[in-house]
């Protein structure tokens, strides 16, 4: 005779009563109510990440509308008993109305086509039939298309629950048919807690390994909020584990995850600026068999428990950690700041995308790991949009300065067309004009920036500030001076700005030690604005500064003698009368 085949835990513990539906409370509730009320929908979706209950609730809800003896749990709402032929027949899963269709493999119109047949029948067994489609985002459109008369109007005691894992791919058309429900992920507590139910029941009914609570922790971190995974590995470690008490080191090395010990080894190396601390403690974990990815994963949580209790100290009910690792991560991001913090967690998330695409992933992970121990801040998006636009505001400041400067308002005059000469001027011209000898000499033309700078009476004390500090050189673009008094050397502006900056103490350390540079009796430099006290009014100028030279029409009494000189030669003169060109300019 054989014997028994050993059931699987997550098989052997699925939930048989919703007053065992761990986590989603919110959900047993809600359906406890509708079927105490008899308020009983024609169709349900459930949708929730994997091992959260879907599929349990399914058949729950199956097994409390076919119960010959319902009965009421400690808040007072109906709940099946457990015990009645019904109930017990759909524990064995050979209840004839309930009929479960795994969407995956049956996604085609004809698979739909045969349910809508089999869907007018009678229930053969129970009160209600139960059609539980499981990944029901798999159908195709045309399948969809099939049943959605059959879902919006089905025959009398029939019920579809529908589950997903993916709701965003099953057309609005079906889900405003249903009444639908959203599990959550169950925290790591409540999995710890029934995890440590599960194995007290199980060291009573024979041989199995005890575990620490910290490797139960393990277990319920590496689950990730479902109970099917927790309950898997669970299993796993108790077929495989040889030691009578399981601990923590354990699990992780089973899992390939991190620890906290390993995690905030890491964690102190970058913070404290030690790359290479780092490195040997990622090349030891490569060795070890840790993939990249791992490594980043763990990483990437455990930096983000840093950002997290940075910010908000009691945040301990969103991240579920032990009170004393808790302690430790404070005490290891005390001198650290929030936005170094963000920088480390979007960094690392990056980065954590471009390993899943890189050839040399472990290349990859060590660089960015030697940038965040460096402290490198520069070449985040962040820190280079703050820069740039600190720059953008000081380019607009010189700009707006450099406008109001004599060079700014100096600008060379819109040269003219020239009109070509007539034919009658033409026939007028002599075809050979005397030769002259040219004695004039053009002489070296001047800036004008370089002749305002030349006469300006306080040249020198300009020509002094810029040899200490081109920034305060520029804010005293369109100053005015008065000269000194009493030790006192005035020095009036135009704009707030530019004297809240020459009064800042470097800058005003730099004026005076100019001032005292050019005059020799300067105790002290006074920046004023335009209207303080003894400043001058915006409008009035010094008649001892000097006057700027206005070469505007010089340069353009030059341009045209030179445009007739070119155009009264012979060759020009009879190339405008045979090709009548349009003259848009003369140079020289």
Same mark, same amino acid.
């Given at each position: ?8 835990? +997550?098989?052997? +513990? ?21 079927? $105490? ?9 459930? %949708?929730?990440? #994997? ?61 739909? #086509? ?7 029948? #009678?229930?053969?067994?129970? !009160?209600? !039939? ?23 109007? *089905? =025959? ?10 993916? =709701?965003? !791919? ?51 971190? $590496? ?24 601990? %923590?080191? /354990? ?9 906290? $010990? ?138 707006? /300065? ?81 000269? *000194? ?15 809240? !900056? ?87």
């Amino acid at each position: 005779m054989n014997a028994p085949q050993r059931q699987n835990l +997550y098989r052997k +513990y699925r939930p048989q009563r919703f007053s065992e539906l761990a986590g989603q409370e919110h959900i047993s509730k809600t359906i406890q109510s509708a079927v $105490s009320t008899d308020r009983i929908a024609h169709a349900y979706m459930f %949708s929730g990440p #994997r091992g959260t209950g879907k599929t349990s609730s399914a058949r729950l809800l199956a097994k409390i509308l076919n119960c010959l003896n319902l009965q009421k749990d400690s808040n007072g709402l109906s709940d099946c008993c457990g015990v009645c032929n019904n109930c017990r027949r759909i524990e064995e899963m050979n209840f004839m109305d309930i009929i479960e269709i795994d969407a995956a493999s049956n996604n085609g119109v004809e698979d739909i #086509r045969q349910m809508r047949e089999k869907v007018k029948y #009678r229930p053969a067994e129970g !009160k209600y !039939k139960i059609y539980i489609i499981d990944e029901v985002h798999m159908l195709s459109g045309s399948a969809f298309n099939a049943f959605l008369k059959t879902l919006e109007e *089905p =025959p009398p005691n029939v019920i579809f629950v529908l589950a997903t894992t993916d =709701p965003q !791919k099953v057309p609005a058309t079906i889900i405003s048919r249903c009444q639908c429900f959203d599990f959550h992920s169950v925290s790591r507590a409540t999995i710890q807690k029934r995890l440590a139910e599960i194995v007290a029941q199980e060291r009573k009914e024979g041989p199995f390994p005890d575990f620490q609570p910290e490797a139960l922790f393990a277990i319920a971190d $590496s689950a990730q909020g479902g109970f099917r995974d927790a309950l898997s590995l669970l299993d796993q470690i108790s077929s495989s584990a040889i030691a009578e008490t399981i601990s %923590s080191d /354990l699990v992780l090395e089973m899992t390939r995850r991190l620890g906290h $010990s390993v995690l905030r080894e890491i964690g102190t190396a970058v913070f404290a600026k030690k790359p290479a601390a780092v490195i040997k403690v990622v090349n030891d974990l490569f060795f070890r068999g840790y993939e990249p990815m791992t490594i980043a994963r763990d990483l990437l949580e455990y930096f983000r428990c840093c950002m997290i209790l940075k910010i908000d100290a009691q945040a301990n009910q969103v991240l579920e950690l032990p009170q004393e690792h808790i302690n430790e991560i404070a005490k290891q991001t005390e001198g650290l700041s929030h936005k170094y913090l963000i920088t480390v967690v979007t960094r690392l998330e990056r980065t954590l995308g471009a390993i899943k695409n890189s050839f040399q992933a472990k290349i990859l992970l060590e660089a960015e790991l030697i940038r965040l121990s460096l402290g490198d801040e520069i070449y985040t998006p962040e820190t280079l949009e703050k820069r740039v636009e600190k720059l953008e505001q000081q380019i607009s400041v010189l700009k707006r /300065l450099g406008t109001n400067s004599p060079a700014a308002n100096y600008s060379r005059p819109e040269r003219t067309r020239a009109p070509y000469p007539s034919p009658a001027v033409s026939q007028a011209m002599p075809s050979s004009p005397p030769a002259r000898e040219n004695t004039y000499k053009k002489p070296p033309l001047e800036t004008p920036q370089s002749i305002v700078q030349k006469a300006h009476p306080f040249a020198d004390f300009k020509k002094a500030v810029m040899e200490r500090s081109g920034i305060c050189h520029a804010l005293l673009a369109t100053a005015q001076f008065k000269k *000194p008094e009493n030790g006192v050397f005035k020095i009036i502006l135009d704009h707030s700005f530019s004297k809240d !900056k020459l009064c800042d103490e470097k800058n005003l350390a730099i004026l005076t030690e100019a001032a005292k540079a050019v005059y020799k009796d300067v105790t002290s430099v006074l920046p004023l604005l335009v209207g303080e006290s003894d400043a001058k009014p915006a409008n009035e100028i010094d008649t001892k500064q000097a006057k700027v030279v206005d070469y505007e029409a010089e340069i353009k009494k030059m341009d045209e003698n030179t445009r007739k000189r070119l155009l009264a030669k012979p060759e020009f003169a009879s190339a405008i009368e045979v090709f009548e060109p349009e003259i848009i300019d003369v140079t020289k």
